[in-house]
């Protein structure tokens, strides 16, 4: 069995760099950022972030394909999409809201794209490109593979279990809500499966 050739330089200064403009980035908002500040956190010249990104949008721009492809490679990485819907989406509903209930750098992330995305519209479809899109296809494929379920609409149903675990992480953590509005996260996860998987609907 071969092994992975490790990182080319490039890309490992690329990383250096995207880690520092990330920090750079949370603490000042895509506005109050410059590259100066970038140049410094990431311990590297003006000019070599400029021959790596060009501009402040394109090294945002990496910046979100960089962090929503760690998430997404650890929630689907290992995924079996060979496995039954219910055991499927059981383990993606748990590993997207285990990982998010600890991954504060992401939560802060999240709410730097939603608070900016007045202002910058086009980033924030973009992050919604990168990720969302991505994973509401897999799941929309996944389901419509599953005629057994009966489903009207696989891509709607999708959009119901993403929306539902994404309302839950809105209200839980990015908006502080779990002293308010409590919910067990497994008997969430238990209760939309059972929607989809136990109550299809019927001819």
């Given at each position: 069995?071969?092994?992975?050739?490790?990182?080319?330089?490039?890309?490992?200064?690329?990383?250096?760099?995207?880690?520092?403009?990330?920090?750079?980035?949370?603490?000042?908002?895509?506005?109050?950022?410059?590259?100066?500040?970038?140049?410094?956190a990431a311990k590297v010249?003006?000019?070599?972030?400029?021959?790596?990104?060009?501009?402040?949008?394109?090294?945002?721009?990496?910046?979100?394909?960089?962090?929503?492809?760690?998430?997404?490679?650890?929630?689907?990485?290992?995924?079996?999409?060979?496995?039954k819907p219910a055991k499927?989406?059981?383990?993606?509903?748990?590993?997207?809201?285990?990982?998010?209930?600890?991954?504060?750098?992401?939560?802060?992330?999240?709410?730097?794209?939603?608070?900016?995305?007045?202002?910058?519209?086009?980033?924030?479809?973009?992050?919604?490109?990168?990720?969302?899109?991505?994973?509401?296809?897999?799941?929309?494929?996944?389901?419509?593979?599953?005629?057994?379920?009966?489903?009207?609409?696989?891509?709607?149903?999708?959009?119901?279990?993403?929306?539902?675990?994404?309302?839950?992480?809105?209200?839980?953590?990015?908006?502080?809500?779990?002293?308010?509005?409590?919910?067990?996260?497994d008997d969430l996860i238990?209760?939309?499966?059972?929607?989809?998987?136990?109550?299809?609907?019927?001819?």
């Amino acid at each position: 069995m071969g092994t992975l050739s490790p990182p080319s330089a490039t890309a490992l200064k690329q990383t250096q760099i995207l880690q520092g403009a990330l920090q750079v980035f949370l603490h000042r908002g895509y506005e109050g950022t410059s590259m100066d500040q970038v140049a410094a956190a990431a311990k590297v010249s003006k000019i070599t972030i400029y021959k790596h990104f060009q501009h402040k949008e394109g090294l945002f721009i990496a910046l979100i394909e960089w962090v929503t492809a760690q998430r997404f490679q650890a929630i689907f990485g290992s995924l079996s999409l060979e496995e039954k819907p219910a055991k499927v989406l059981r383990l993606v509903a748990t590993r997207l809201l285990d990982r998010l209930a600890v991954d504060e750098e992401y939560i802060a992330f999240l709410r730097l794209i939603i608070g900016e995305s007045g202002r910058f519209p086009a980033l924030a479809q973009l992050f919604v490109q990168a990720l969302p899109q991505k994973v509401l296809h897999l799941l929309s494929h996944y389901l419509e593979a599953h005629p057994e379920l009966k489903l009207a609409n696989p891509e709607a149903t999708a959009r119901i279990f993403l929306g539902t675990l994404m309302g839950y992480i809105l209200t839980q953590k990015l908006l502080h809500g779990q002293p308010i509005i409590p919910m067990n996260q497994d008997d969430l996860i238990d209760s939309l499966i059972d929607v989809i998987v136990r109550y299809p609907g019927q001819d």
